[in-house]
């Protein structure tokens, strides 16, 4: 099976009724074959589970000098961030990223054939939604695999988890002292593993702080500024609101800071709103936005050195890493209405 089978380019050449040029073409994604042509190379190439030879670069250095970098969504800012702080320390050291943006598990399937067709070095998986099977191919060629937030290690793969639970008591304690008892919660989709664990954060949180834990005061969102507006006024239509909310990230909070207005009310005289991320955006919206910071740089250098270790340790169990989080308070926080005021000191 590719290199590490019968079939090879001529066979593929064969199967498709082409010529190995026209083959070699299609691979490199030249746009010199027609569409159909190349589409019956592409299914031929799939069907046989063919992985092209090493590229130039394989050639001349003995490996690719590439790192996958798979990520759920690369239209959310912070991932396109954290894709540059991953790529200025690849930069570094001579290698470049591949970034591949995966919502479904037959485009993960795909990609981890992408990976493979280009050699990669080793694999980021910042998604922590995934069939294990999957990304069983890149294991099984012995390409080290780091994932982030999956907070489970395997042998060639080590974990990079972010310490969410301390930016929540944070964030949490700092609505406590402005006067909050009312917290409410906008979550993430339902089913990824990280939205589970934002999720209990934000509740061991609340409870760790003496506060009182509401249900009825917690909402689903889509991590998108849609769900965070249809989410805040959802809550702000029961009969006893939050005075406060944190969200799973930074545009769900946005969407709630939209939400608020388009209800004719302010933030944060009406609500005060925590996000989760940092990105450039909420530094310049007004109010500017309180979050809790995930260093984008650290969590890169982090994956970088989880990297590193599984590179030297293919035969061990991977190592766990962790990336601290930290509350930055900004403007979109304050005492609620129903507040004591406090008493000036003469």
């Known amino acids: 099976m590719g290199i590490l089978g019968p079939v090879n380019m001529r066979e ?19 746009s010199l074959v027609r569409e ?25 250095y003995g490996r690719s000098r590439t790192y996958g970098l798979v990520l759920p969504d690369l239209q959310n800012p912070f991932f396109g961030e954290f894709v540059g702080a991953f790529e200025d320390l690849l930069i570094d050291i001579d290698h470049e990223v591949l970034p591949i943006s995966v919502q479904t598990s037959d485009k993960l399937v795909k990609s ?14 910042v998604s922590s939604e995934f069939d294990t099977g999957a990304v069983e191919p890149l294991l099984l060629r012995q390409i080290p695999l780091v994932t982030v937030d999956r907070r489970t290690v395997q042998i060639g793969c080590s974990d990079v988890s972010i310490d969410y639970e301390l930016g929540f008591v944070e964030a949490v304690q700092h609505l406590k002292t402005l006067g909050h008892k009312r917290i409410g919660y906008i979550g993430g989709t ?11 954060a934000f509740e061991q949180a609340i409870r760790g702080a003496g506060l009182t834990f509401y249900p009825g005061l917690t909402r689903r969102g889509n991590y998108q500024v849609t769900g965070g507006e249809a989410a805040v006024v959802s809550l702000m239509k029961t009969s006893a609101p939050p005075t406060a909310i944190i969200t799973a990230n930074d545009l769900t909070a946005l ?14 005289r009406d609500l005060s709103i925590v996000g989760v991320d940092d990105l450039f955006l909420s530094e310049v919206v007004q109010p500017p936005l309180t979050t809790i910071r995930i260093p984008r740089k650290r969590l890169a250098t982090a994956c970088l050195q989880a990297m590193n270790y599984t590179k030297q340790n293919l035969e061990r ?21 129903s507040a004591p005021k406090k008493k000036s000191k003469r």
Do not use: Y
């Open 317 to 337: 169990i991977g190592a766990e890493f962790s990336v601290p989080t930290q509350l930055i308070v900004r403007e979109s926080t304050a005492r609620p209405k």
């Open 190 to 200: 339902k089913g990824p593993h990280t939205s589970e664990v934002r999720a209990n």
């Open 12 to 30: 593929i050449a064969r199967r498709a009724g082409v010529s190995c040029a026209t083959v070699s073409r299609v691979l490199s994604g030249s």
């Open 112 to 125: 981890v054939r992408r990976m493979l067709m280009r050699q990669v070095d080793g694999a980021v998986l």
């Open 255 to 268: 969407g709630a800071a939209l939400g608020i207005h388009r209800l004719g009310l302010v933030v944060p």
């Open 36 to 60: 159909d042509t190349a589409k019956k190379v592409r299914d031929v190439v799939s069907e046989a589970g063919f992985i092209p030879n090493p590229s130039a670069a394989m050639l001349k």
